[in-house]
């Protein structure tokens, strides 16, 4: 369950703890959008009153039991609230409407919450990461914004995805907040005519949700659980809504081979296995099946994308589970057509991992040492390709010092033991 700012509440294995639990874990994302919309795209107030919400139904529900519906009962609970912190906000110009439109919602019977409704696009979800990704807002609290909505995550863990201060990211998110709340931004999706131009920051704030959500491997966070699933789920809706666009059934592509690979990253112990190690018995054969039919249906649209070039970055690699190889010619390529196209640090980083193994550890390194050294100092992965490579050239100390920098930037414990016993081996092998 989360606190004020999505920081976890304390354990509890009572049940109406985890009914809270599991109602913020699977729930809390379509909650707090049908809240939005019913409060009048007042992110804050909504947010609070879920809040508000939660902490009342572990009291409640600890006394009078957990209800049958408890997704409906935190929704109608919040609503109340918000009525109740409206009556006490007189600043609002539309307070009396709002206060009207809750009443009348607070008298009608609740329909039950459902976390997966496919095949229907008429869903608050939709229209939340839409409104989050308005071309009103700051580009760089867009992506920020649908971290904090849709995948609660907290104001630090996202100033820390973004590399900036706390504070600063706090005073970014309450600006985008409030300016939907004032500009009066549309609680809704786009007509066909303007959907084309909104897609494509919508598609990059579901990929960087999915990958928060791929970051906890283990599921151990509650604030990311079902978060790669969410995004899977919205990508699929997103090539529904819009079928003639490419780049959003490249992103289905992508998101679904990563996710076919979900069982075999971490051993039955715990440990991290990198990609080229995985036991590909493990990988979801009907996951990838489907990865691959939108892919190549994105391919027969003809308009090339950054997420299809990193889907077929992903397919290749899928094709070691038939070849029992990876073809790195193939991989290094893309990544080279990648570059060309957004020449993201993730992708100049993947290119010279490439290119590593499809000519040799000193071409990788090369590539490496051309990026800009500015952005590197803080990215975990061009440390941790750094000092694979220094390892295999027989560089042991700046291997050392390479892991040493890795291991620091690790947050993944599971990665971060794996780092430790590569630095270890070089340490073991120099006495």
């Known amino acids: 369950m989360s606190g004020r700012d999505g920081g976890l509440l304390p354990e509890s294995d009572d049940a109406a703890a985890a009914a809270v639990d599991r109602v913020f874990r699977t729930e809390r994302t379509v909650v707090l959008a049908t809240l939005i919309r019913q409060v009048g795209g007042d992110f804050q107030l909504a947010e609070d009153a879920l809040q508000d919400a939660l902490a009342a139904a572990l009291t409640t529900w600890r006394r009078d039991g957990v209800p049958d519906r408890p997704g409906a009962?935190?929704?109608?609970?919040?609503?109340?609230?918000?009525?109740?912190?409206?009556?006490?906000?007189?600043?609002?110009?539309?307070?009396?409407?709002?206060?009207?439109?809750?009443?009348r919602l607070d008298g009608q019977e609740q329909p039950p919450v459902t976390y997966d409704p496919v095949?229907?696009?008429?869903?608050?979800?939709?229209?939340?990461?839409?409104?989050?990704?308005?071309?009103a807002l700051d580009p760089s609290a867009r992506v920020a914004l649908t971290?904090?909505?849709?995948?609660?995550?907290?104001?630090?863990?996202i100033a820390r995805a973004f590399l900036v201060a706390e504070p600063t990211m706090a005073q970014r998110l309450v600006r985008a907040k409030a300016k939907i709340r004032d500009a009066g931004i549309p609680f809704e999706v786009p007509c066909p005519a303007d959907l084309p131009a909104?897609?494509?920051?919508?598609?990059?704030?579901?990929?960087?949700?999915?990958?928060?959500?791929?970051?906890?491997?283990?599921?151990v966070d509650p604030r990311r659980r079902g978060l790669a699933s969410e995004a899977t789920w919205l990508a699929r809706i997103l090539v529904q809504l819009a079928p003639g666009e490419a780049e959003a059934r490249g992103l289905l592509a992508l998101l679904l081979h990563c996710e076919a690979r979900r069982e075999a990253r971490r051993s039955t112990s715990g440990a991290y296995v990198p990609l080229d190690e995985q036991d590909t018995a493990l990988w979801s054969r009907p996951m990838i099946a489907e990865a691959e039919r939108a892919l190549?249906?994105?391919?027969?649209?003809?308009?090339?994308?950054?997420?299809?070039?990193?889907?077929?970055?992903?397919?290749?690699?899928?094709q070691r589970a038939i070849t029992g190889r990876t073809d790195w010619g193939a991989v290094a390529l893309l990544y080279d057509e990648l570059v060309r196209l957004s020449p993201t640090l993730g992708a100049l980083v993947g290119r010279a991992a490439a290119l590593s193994e499809a000519r040799d550890p000193a071409a990788g390194l090369a590539a490496l040492d051309a990026i800009d050294a500015r952005?590197?100092?803080?990215?975990?992965?061009?440390?941790?390709?750094?000092?694979?490579?220094?390892?295999?050239?027989?560089?042991?100390?700046?291997?050392?010092?390479?892991?040493?920098?890795?291991?620091?930037?690790?947050?993944?414990?599971?990665?971060?033991?794996?780092?430790?016993?590569?630095?270890?081996?070089?340490?073991?092998e120099a006495r």
């Open 73 to 103: 009962w935190i929704t109608v609970a919040a609503r109340r609230r918000a009525v109740d912190r409206l009556r006490r906000d007189r600043s609002l110009a539309d307070r009396a409407a709002r206060l009207a439109e809750l009443t």
């Open 119 to 135: 095949g229907t696009v008429d869903d608050d979800r939709l229209r939340l990461i839409f409104t989050c990704c308005h071309p």
């Open 375 to 428: 952005p590197v100092v803080t990215y975990q992965p061009y440390w941790a390709v750094r000092a694979h490579l220094l390892a295999r050239l027989g560089d042991s100390d700046a291997a050392r010092d390479a892991f040493a920098h890795a291991i620091g930037l690790s947050e993944d414990q599971a990665v971060r033991e794996f780092l430790i016993r590569g630095r270890d081996r070089l340490s073991a």
């Open 147 to 157: 971290l904090r909505t849709v995948g609660g995550l907290t104001t630090r863990e």
């Open 296 to 318: 190549a249906s994105a391919a027969a649209l003809r308009s090339i994308g950054r997420y299809q070039l990193e889907a077929a970055i992903q397919s290749v690699h899928a």
């Open 198 to 219: 909104r897609l494509g920051p919508v598609l990059d704030a579901v990929y960087a949700a999915f990958g928060t959500g791929w970051e906890d491997a283990d599921g």
